[in-house]
């Protein structure tokens, strides 16, 4: 018989610690295979995922940008929702 997890042992798991740790900019930029410049437009333009700015630095959490990709995710070139 397994146990099902509760509430905060799901929450304290080491997969939710690396998607809700935050990455820079570089390392986002290589997980969405986009150069670190196109970030930064789409953070000037509103386009690309959440970002959070604690000081001076830029930071994304893995989570947002999985989620972000997803939104994009297609099945045809006809899609007239772009």
């Not at 570089?26 to 969405?32: C, H, Q």
Request: aromatic share 10%; proline share 4%.
């Amino acid at each position: 018989m397994t146990k099902a997890l509760s509430n905060t042992e799901t929450q304290n798991s080491p997969a939710n610690d690396h998607l809700d740790g935050f990455i820079d900019e570089t390392m986002a930029a290589k997980l969405l295979c986009q150069s670190v410049r196109t970030l930064q437009k789409w953070r000037v333009t509103g386009f690309g995922p959440k970002f959070y700015k604690p000081g001076r630095s830029v930071r994304y959490r893995r989570r947002d940008l999985n989620e972000w990709a997803e939104t994009r995710c297609h099945s045809n070139t006809s899609y007239s929702g772009l």
